[in-house]
């Protein structure tokens, strides 16, 4: 049989493009160039991750993934510890705020690697080159084998990719489940199977843990499905594809729901951030950018923001509100509700909001997330010349341009460019062979190109307006990336191709429309500024954290002369830098704070407190008078002012400043508190009661309010009501070793000695070095008779604290008790050698010496006291004893005056000074403070004899009377009092 000729084919015009050449056999070159391409992104990732791995954030990372971190950390050790500093986010009792996807992952890698900080990267970098291969495969498919190479180029280089992967964070993943999803979903169009619809679900449900907007998406990949089932007519299969798909999604979601209903019993399928995000980006303070507003930061109530302060959150919506127990998700529901109050009370706004970030969202420059990645791009040499994001969007919509072209003409994959070298077709095949294949391809290879690129675009679409309601940043783009570049390596290849086809005109046509592209995608349409001092704060800030102060110096300097600093970084970093005791950097932040914010009443106050931490007192106050200046009703300036100046001892401005706390804001019951401790001070008792009451109908629960208010009413001879007080503070907090051991003195004092013991029993179980609790319990034993047992307690103290002063001072005092006059100076000289300005050891040793009739040492004693405290309350009305011993009566009526000054309710100095006036012949006055004696003290037997004693002199018989038989009440014993009773014949 003679061979049959083959026809000729006629030449290609001009006009018709060449059909293309593309089968799934590939090249033996293009195996070598996508070897090359992968060797080129492992080579650029590991000299970033040389580059990184002494960055100060590698293992201090910032914002949302140093709670990541620190959560999955958490789940491997289970040492559920707080830095310190941090707020604690109660992720034990709290349902998931951001998806846990991510803590979930890192948790894994460090449960086999010992919590590296080092192993994350390395997988997210392996993550990486596996996400190579999965667009090179998907292009391949769609595209070819030179499409697919240029997208593998891309994947390998484009920086975006290297930097994520170098971090504690989610985009590497989200790249590498978007490859992994459209190759399986691929799959799943051959044959319709269903266990490819089931490792779709997989997927998505991986992929919605970490960022379930992905969950949008979930009902086009359905319908996308049945629409290639009905087209071939395949119906069937539907449902058990539907089934795999929802039902894998379910499973990977319901645990984490399950999680969160145990942990809260709140219902919420992942997590709760979908409200606050919503409400951040769609306000009044929205800019389409920012993660914050001013209104969540003041319900937040501490001035930070972060991941780690959204329980404060929700506690203060709970306020706002008035339910005492808010939940998450019952927070999460009330911020949607706002939100859709405002768009629909403001629909311009917020149609001018969407497409303010529609066009953000395309940003050539990366808008900052969780870092300023702008200048981490310029900072780190792998990546400082690497393209930026404007070739990215150039790509996209030139090759979606070119596409969509192809597509409306019929013409989709046709006119393909090759790499020399490369074929999609076996080595040696002509153009009949070609021909063949193009035929037995057919329609239906072409139908299957055609369904993938819709689902693509589909969720390109989908993932970019599922952000619109929200805010967008650099790192919400990154999983659309890489498709971007597959539509962008269509449209090079039809480029290169009319090069190759020699359709020069049209192929310069679309380089310069490429190029426009390009520069047009480099504009800057809405002003962003990337903030270069957030970036210097946060590496100066991670260095502090792991303790490299000097290196957090040097990173923070650039800052000091940026007017457009934020105030928070400077007093973060002037915080930072005192705990560290680098108090003249602190000093510079401060100041830098100060310059740069002047009219800004939150700054001058914190910048006030800060200043005063460092010891730069007179500028703390003066800062603190200028925030009152541009505020004048500021409660808390006035506070914090009132507590320097009580510190200095300018009692009276602290007064007033602490009143006008008050008057400013009534409701301030920390102002009372300290009002209250301010009369205590003064040994105004009752007033010091009033406030310390009010502090505690202001805020019940705060037990230190409870405890102080307690003290006065002791120091006010309340004793009974003091007790009630400090059982109130012990069932706030049945912990507090401070009240039990006053309840156990008040207790003794009432001779119910077996409670005040189980009281001082209880303090030291809470805290076994609390050694004052041994005094008091040794004077308790005293007070029974058991001077040797009390001096034995003594000195169980002293064997836990050898160098306590005040237990030396105490146990001199039952040593000149019990008439031991040496061992008691011995023991205030020894309480003196360890504490030298202890005013209560010099006035004790000083009475010593009154005793043994040393006067000029006794008054040395008491001078030195005053000298250390001019408010001593002791020495006055101990010195005026010594003076009035001595018989200098107006000496003795100073000292006393002095002490009560000082001590008002000084029944001892009143009774004191009443006897001096008396000698000094001024009877009126005389009579008057023996009066004021007994009305502080009614059972005060030595003012009753005193007061009786003038009384007989001055012919008042009866009233001198009352008096004696009053003090023989109080004292039997007292037997002067029965002798003048006696002599009066009252007796």
């Known amino acids: 049989m003679g061979s049959k000729k083959n026809k000729p084919r006629p030449a290609a015009s001009a006009k018709e493009e060449p059909r293309p050449r593309a089968v799934r056999a590939w090249s033996f070159s293009a195996r070598w160039i996508l070897a090359g391409i992968v060797v080129l992104g492992v080579f650029l990732r590991a000299w970033y991750l040389v580059e990184i791995h002494d960055a100060p954030d590698f293992a201090a990372p910032q914002q949302d993934p140093d709670v990541m971190d620190w959560y999955a950390r958490a789940l491997v050790t289970g040492d559920w510890t707080v830095r310190e500093g941090e707020n604690d986010p109660e992720m034990l009792t709290t349902p998931y705020f951001r998806p846990p996807g991510h803590a979930y992952y890192l948790a894994a890698i460090y449960f086999f690697t010992k919590c590296s900080y080092l192993a994350p990267r390395l997988v997210n970098m392996c993550l990486g080159l596996v996400s190579i291969l999965l667009m090179f495969r998907l292009a391949k498919r769609l595209y070819g084998e030179t499409a697919g190479l240029i997208v593998a180029f891309f994947m390998a280089t484009y920086w975006v990719f290297i930097f994520w992967e170098g971090e504690l964070n989610d985009p590497c993943l989200f790249v590498f489940l978007g490859a992994a999803l459209m190759n399986v979903l691929w799959e799943w169009g051959k044959g319709l199977r269903a266990r490819w619809a089931a490792l779709a679900g997989l997927i998505c449900g991986c992929y919605a843990l970490m960022r379930p907007n992905i969950l949008i998406f979930g009902p086009f990949i359905a319908f996308w499905m049945a629409w290639i089932a009905y087209r071939r007519g395949e119906w069937r299969r539907i449902p058990a594809s539907w089934a795999a798909l929802l039902c894998m999604t379910v499973i990977c979601i319901v645990p984490v729901t399950i999680r969160n209903y145990r942990a809260s019993g709140e219902f919420v399928p992942i997590s709760t951030y979908f409200g606050e995000n919503f409400l951040i980006g769609n306000g009044e303070d929205s800019d389409g950018v920012t993660p914050w507003t001013p209104y969540l930061q003041e319900l937040e109530g501490t001035g930070n923001w972060s991941v780690w302060v959204y329980n404060n959150v929700v506690k203060g919506v709970g306020k706002e509100l008035g339910i005492k127990n808010m939940t998450h998700s019952g927070a999460s529901s009330y911020f949607v509700q706002k939100t859709l109050k405002f768009i629909k009370d403001h629909p311009w706004r917020t149609i001018k909001l969407a497409v303010v970030k529609a066009i953000l969202f395309w940003s050539p420059i990366e808008i900052t997330c969780n ?86 675009l589909l969720f390109v679409l989908t993932y970019y307006l599922s952000f619109l309601p929200f ?124 310059r740069h914010h002047p009219n800004d009443p939150d700054v001058r106050l914190s910048g006030a407190a800060e200043l005063i931490k460092i010891g730069r007192i007179e500028e703390g106050i003066k800062h603190y008078k200028e925030t009152l200046r541009l505020n004048p009703n500021d409660a808390v300036a006035h506070n914090n002012l009132g507590v320097l100046l009580e510190d200095q001892g300018h009692f009276d401005e602290a007064y007033t400043h602490y009143s006008e706390a008050v008057r400013s804001d009534p409701a301030m019951p920390v102002a009372r508190n300290n009002l209250g401790n301010l009369m205590a001070r003064l040994g105004h008792y009752e007033e010091a009661i009033r406030h310390f009451a009010k502090a505690v109908e202001d805020d019940p629960k705060q037990q230190d309010y409870h405890y102080n208010l307690a003290v006065q009413l002791a120091n006010a001879g309340y004793a009974d009501k003091a007790i009630e007080r400090y059982q109130k503070a012990l069932e706030l907090d049945p912990n507090d070793a401070r009240a039990h051991n006053n309840l156990g003195l008040l207790l003794a004092e009432k001779k119910e000695y077996e409670a005040a013991e189980r009281h001082y029993r209880e303090a030291l179980r809470v805290v076994p070095e609390f050694v004052l609790v041994y005094a008091n319990w040794g004077n308790m034993l005293v007070n029974q008779g058991r001077m040797d047992d009390g001096i034995a307690m003594y000195r169980k103290g002293l064997e836990i604290s050898p160098g306590d002063a005040g237990l030396h001072n105490g146990l001199g005092y039952l040593y000149a008790r019990a008439g031991k006059d040496d061992l008691a100076k011995m023991e205030y000289e020894e309480a003196l050698r360890i504490a030298p300005d202890y005013p209560l050891a010099l006035n004790n040793l000083g009475n010593l010496h009154n005793r043994q009739n040393r006067p000029n040492e006794a008054i040395r004693c008491y001078q030195r006291a005053l000298s250390i405290d001019p408010r001593d309350r002791f020495a006055y009305a101990n010195l005026g004893d010594v003076y009035a011993n001595q018989g200098r009566w107006q000496e003795a009526v100073t000292a006393y005056e002095n002490a009560i000054a000082i001590n008002p309710s000084n029944a001892v100095a009143a009774n004191g000074l009443a006897s001096a006036l008396i000698k000094l012949g001024r009877f009126e006055e005389g009579i008057r403070f023996f009066e004021q004696a007994l009305s502080l003290d009614p059972k005060y037997a030595a003012a009753h004899y005193n007061y009786g004693a003038v009384l007989a002199a001055t012919g008042q018989t009866a009233k001198a009377i009352e ?11 007292f037997q002067l009092a029965r002798d003048m009773l006696g002599k009066l014949g009252g007796g």
């Open 963 to 973: 008096h004696f038989k009053a003090a023989l009440a109080i004292a039997p014993d």
């Open 371 to 456: 870092k300023v990645v702008h200048y981490e791009k310029h900072f780190y040499a792998p990546l400082k010349y690497l393209p930026g994001f404007a070739m990215v969007a150039a790509l996209f919509f030139v090759g979606i341009v070119r596409l969509v072209a192809d597509w409306r003409a019929g013409r989709l994959g046709e006119g393909m460019a090759t790499v020399r070298g490369l074929s999609n077709t076996p080595p040696n095949a002509s153009r009949a062979e070609m021909a063949d294949k193009e035929t037995k391809r057919g329609e239906g290879e072409r139908d299957r190109m055609r369904d993938m690129t819709l689902l693509i």
């Open 471 to 594: 805010f967008v940043n650099g790192r919400a783009r990154v999983p659309v990336i890489p498709f971007a570049f597959l539509f962008g390596a269509y449209g090079l290849c039809r480029i290169a191709g009319y090069f190759q086809n020699g359709e020069r005109r049209r192929a310069a046509g679309w380089t310069a429309a490429f190029c426009v592209a390009y520069g047009l995608a480099s504009i800057q349409y809405i002003g962003f500024d990337p903030d270069l001092s957030r970036w210097h704060y946060q590496r100066a800030e991670s260095y502090m954290r792991q303790g490299k102060v000097d290196d957090a110096i040097a990173a923070a300097r650039p800052i000091l002369d940026r007017p457009e600093t934020a105030s928070y970084m400077h007093m973060r970093l002037a915080r930072l830098f005192a705990k560290a005791d680098r108090k003249e950097e602190a000093f510079q932040h401060l100041m830098a704070a100060l």
